[in-house]
């Protein structure tokens, strides 16, 4: 059976939690900060449950299946091993030594359940502060290969600017850019001509009312920032903040409304669905290592920290220039525009 490298990621994970059930939380910095909250008791996967008991894990479904601690943690060092050494970060590949696993514990089957959940793992813990165990949905981030994306580019992610001073001689001039760099040859082109960017609208009425439910003014910041990513040269988030404005209380601003957006994008919202402002996911990120160890980054007790990981580590990407036609100015009623496409 072939899997990419986020799905034997979410394997692993499996395989990592059924021997170190005791959740380790970290801070933004990937600092851990406390062990002795979150003990995972069971981990539901549709119509199968895995009991985690001290040396064995109990298979529930039609019949009761036991499987020894010390079996799954050969299975789990092996499954780490061959994750690391394939080159590729994109693709799917083989590890038939783990296909025995694959078959007998989760019935030859890929981890994830329906595509279209957030959530990649669900469970129910043990939250030692309330002494009560408590169902949770958890992310799953995976360092060892291609990060994930969070908000796919599509049609509704298209951000519409209106360009003063300009013409259609310069339309024409900036259209027929096509040099490797032409996304920031067009903007600085078209700087150069002393034309000036207005941001107008979300194009998608739908992902424009999702990030209302935000803030009603996150679609600004989110332009502003989109722009800044072009005229800077520049994708990461923390950076574009210090770009953007000098002032102290605004950046605090930024990196809040940007920090909520980041948290809605992970657990909730997407953005060519009508949103209800709740996140699916209630439990934060499982984070896979470089090293292979796994640390929770909390939703329940520690959401700050959640959105300070996010907004360091999210970068703006850009997507194909193709199919989204970026900095390709139209003409419309005597007015001249151009469109962004977010991709985090």
């Known amino acids: 059976m072939n899997f990419n490298k986020g799905e034997w990621s979410e394997l692993y994970t499996f395989l990592y939690l059924f021997k170190n059930s005791n959740l380790v939380i970290v801070d933004e910095n990937i600092k851990p900060i406390e062990n002795n909250i979150f003990q995972i008791l069971e981990i539901i996967l549709s119509d199968k449950k895995y009991e985690i008991k001290e040396n064995e894990i ?34 799917s590949f083989e590890i038939p030594e783990i296909k025995s696993i694959i078959d007998s514990l989760f019935d030859g089957k890929k981890i994830k359940g329906n595509s279209r959940e957030k959530g990649d793992l669900e469970a129910n813990v043990l939250d030692k502060k309330q002494n009560r165990k408590v169902s949770i949905s958890y992310n799953i981030k995976s360092n060892l290969g291609a ?13 519409i600017y209106e360009i003063k001073n300009i013409n259609e001689s310069i339309m024409k001039a900036n259209n027929s ?57 520049e994708k990461d988030i923390e950076k574009l903040i210090e770009f953007s404005t000098k ?31 709740y996140n699916e996911v209630n439990g934060g990120i499982l984070l896979v290592e470089k090293d292979g160890d796994i640390y929770l980054l909390d939703l329940i007790y520690f959401k700050n920290l959640v959105d300070k990981y996010l907004i360091k580590n999210i970068k703006l990407d850009s997507p194909s220039f193709s199919r989204y036609k970026m900095f390709e100015v139209f003409k419309k009623d005597d007015k001249f525009y151009f469109k962004f496409t977010n991709k985090i």
């Open 58 to 91: 109990i298979k529930i479904s039609t019949n009761e299946e036991r499987y020894k601690i010390e079996d799954i943690s050969k299975s789990l060092y092996l499954l780490f091993k061959k994750i690391v050494s394939q080159k590729s970060s994109k693709g």
């Open 147 to 159: 990060k994930a994306t969070l908000l796919n580019a599509s049609q509704h992610t298209n951000f």
């Open 177 to 233: 850019i096509f040099t490797r760099t032409k996304l920031l040859d067009r903007c600085n082109y078209l700087i150069s001509k002393g034309t000036k960017f207005e941001f107008l609208q979300v194009e998608s009425e739908v992902f424009a009312k999702n990030l209302k439910l935000v803030d009603t003014k996150l679609d600004e910041v989110l332009a502003e920032m989109l722009l800044l990513s072009y005229t800077k040269n």
């Open 247 to 277: 002032s102290e209380s605004d950046k605090i601003y930024f990196r809040k409304k940007l920090g909520d957006f980041a948290n809605a994008v992970t657990f909730g919202m997407r953005a060519s669905e009508e949103w209800s402002g």
